[in-house]
């Protein structure tokens, strides 16, 4: 099986900065696209960032120019870096591994993380 670990999460006065990491591990062949999503009480699920294997990222409108996605392929890790933090940021954010495939023949499956708290507030 796999599983991801998250990591990084806490309270921030607006304006601050946070750095969440994500670890797969198990029995892992490949991973194809890695990703940050959140939920805010009341709300649903949202994109936040996403990024390929190859490197291509996208980000949620609300936090371009602001949020930053890395990869360490080797590692099987993603980071969120977060600053400007503002209190509508505020949510538990989860990561996911989607595609991930155990062998060369396996069907690719996806995972989620258990999810981090974030907290914007002076």
């Known amino acids: 099986q796999v599983q991801l670990v998250e990591s990084g999460g806490g309270l921030v006065q607006p304006g601050g900065s946070l750095r969440l990491s994500c670890a797969a591990s198990g029995n892992i062949f490949s991973i194809n696209a890695m990703g940050w999503y959140r939920q805010a009480l009341g709300k649903e699920r949202e994109l936040v960032a996403g990024?390929?294997?190859?490197?291509?990222?996208n980000y949620a409108d609300s936090v371009k120019g602001r949020f930053t996605i890395s990869r360490d392929n080797a590692k099987n890790t993603v980071y969120l870096q977060m600053n400007s933090l503002k209190p509508e940021d505020t949510a538990v954010y989860y990561c996911?591994?989607?595609?991930?495939?155990?062998?060369?023949?396996?069907?690719?499956?996806?995972?989620w993380g258990q999810g981090t708290q974030v907290t914007v507030s002076s």
């Open positions: 996911q591994a989607a595609d991930v495939r155990t062998s060369w023949a396996a069907w690719p499956s996806d995972y």
């Open positions: 990024i390929t294997s190859g490197g291509s990222t």
